[in-house]
């Protein structure tokens, strides 16, 4: 158990702490179809990290899971959790309230994919508008969110490894059984857990429009779909369409590309040390990441002894 008593309730169990565009909303919400578990609404409170959210207060966030029965595992999923150095007071503020036994989920995904994911995410919010290699110097912090042993020290250091599960998108997305058990056996979960075919993949960036409030409230306008159908021609409503799309995967350049590799392996040689996957770098992240389950290396030699 989490939080106080005294407190009048329950804080969540376990946590999905990131990494932002790594499969977190699917997890969450194929963890919210399981009997016996109960996941927030929002996905994301971000209690821990933004400072207006934290100003709500401990009893706001405790009203999340205000709808879970008793003997049911809490969760939420907040990847603003593991955003250094954008967020710097959220370890501090988990640790005032979080217990030793809480359970953290940490998913990563290939460093530069995960990167370009994120920027066609901001791209569509209209938070970046240049090129990603332009967006990489005025937004830094995107790369920073791909440094996963960065982001993880802290927790490590807070909870130790046997409080964190790490997962890799690449074996999550083509094992989803497997990985949706895993997770599970991870958080206490006594049940058998299914995977839910029904839901699909969530939270694609890829498929969005870039967000305009103008434009949207004219498309929501009543009658106004029966009218652009009437009088607009299938091939000039694509048209339009398209100009708000990204049409292709953005590149990088190959400068750029080769700057992140740098940055990124050597993050990556620390990750693979304390996973026991000497050598991990961008080059062989994918194949690595498929084909196996990341465990910490202290707690394989403990299992192993």
């Given at each position: ?284 992240f994918k194949s690595m990441a498929a084909n196996g389950h990341p465990t910490w ?9």
């Open positions: 158990m989490s939080a106080s008593a005294s407190e009048g309730g329950r804080l969540p169990d376990f946590i999905i702490i990131g990494a932002m565009k790594c499969a977190t909303s699917t997890l969450h919400e194929q963890l919210a179809r399981q009997s016996d578990i109960f996941m927030s609404d929002p996905k994301e409170p971000n209690f821990f990290s933004d400072d207006e959210q934290w100003a709500r207060g401990t009893s706001w966030y405790r009203g999340l899971f205000a709808g879970a029965k008793p003997g049911d595992l809490r969760g939420e999923s907040s990847t603003h959790y593991t955003k250094l150095p954008t967020y710097p007071l959220t370890i501090d503020r988990m640790r005032r309230h979080l217990t030793h036994g809480a359970k953290l989920v940490y998913i990563m995904r290939h460093p530069i994919d995960r990167l370009i994911s994120q920027y066609i995410h901001e791209w569509t919010q209209g938070v970046v508008s240049g090129t990603i290699d332009e967006a990489l110097d005025s937004h830094p912090e995107m790369i920073e969110y791909s440094r996963y042993a960065m982001q993880l020290k802290p927790f490590i250091d807070a909870w130790g490894e046997a409080s964190i599960l790490p997962l890799f998108f690449e074996r999550f997305t083509a094992h989803e059984q497997e990985s949706l058990e895993r997770v599970c056996r991870f958080i206490g979960y006594a049940r058998q857990p299914k995977w839910s075919e029904s839901l699909g993949e969530q939270n694609v960036s890829s498929e969005r429009m870039r967000r305009s409030a103008w434009r949207d409230a004219i498309a929501k306008f009543p009658g106004m779909t029966a009218l652009r159908r009437a009088f607009v021609p299938q091939s000039v409503r694509d048209r339009i369409k398209g100009a708000w799309m990204i049409k292709e995967r953005p590149a990088l350049s190959n400068a750029s590309m080769a700057r992140l590799k740098s940055l990124f392996d050597e993050d990556l040689a620390t990750l693979g040390a304390w996973l026991g996957l000497d050598g991990l770098c961008c080059d062989n290396r202290a707690q394989a030699k403990v299992t192993a002894a």
